[in-house]
């Protein structure tokens, strides 16, 4: 699979995700939400399947690098999974509370955030060994440069969705 068709897929992936869950999350009212949990939910897993199908087309695993591997990727991915709950919890609480958050408000959600990134760069650290045990260097070292590529992306993709805070009015 070439570079473009990678990009592309993840580029669609990321829009798969990103647009409903901040439309949906930014809505006025919860009854005008146009995208269920269950919605997202399902768009998460896809993009998860997704992810998955363009490591292994990329990585080319032999079979018994994929027979270690992918059981080792299925934790990490849940792990990771875990992580991105708590990412889309900030996100609704953000859109929730848009337009009228507290400073307080605002500095805890941030603090939060900067807590969740942590928890990816420590769950990433945990687990090069790991892969590095099942896999040669290369190919670890190309799994997790992939894997910061997806999450960059999709994250890029949340950024430019969600609007910015704004300081409220002071009366």
Known sequence: MGKKTMVL????????????????????????????????KLLRQDIRSQKKQLIAANLKLTDVEATKFWPVYDEYSAEMTKIGDQKYALIKEYAQNFGSLTDEQAQSLTNRLLV?????????????????????GT???????????????????????????QEQDQF
């Not at 897929?9 to 269950?38: F, I």
């Not at 928890?119 to 045990?133: D, E």
Request: aromatic content about 6%.
């Open 139 to 165: 190919k670890t070292a190309t799994f997790f440069q992939m894997d910061r590529r997806f999450t960059g992306l999709i994250d890029l993709q949340l950024a430019s969705e969600i609007p910015l805070v």
């Open 116 to 136: 969740l990134d942590e928890a990816i760069a420590q769950l990433r650290m945990k687990y090069v060994p790991i892969v590095n045990k099942v896999l040669p």
């Open 9 to 40: 897929l993840v580029l669609a992936s990321a829009w798969g995700l990103a647009v409903p869950a901040a439309h949906a999350q930014a809505a006025s009212s919860k009854d005008s939400q146009s995208v269920s949990e269950q919605d997202i």
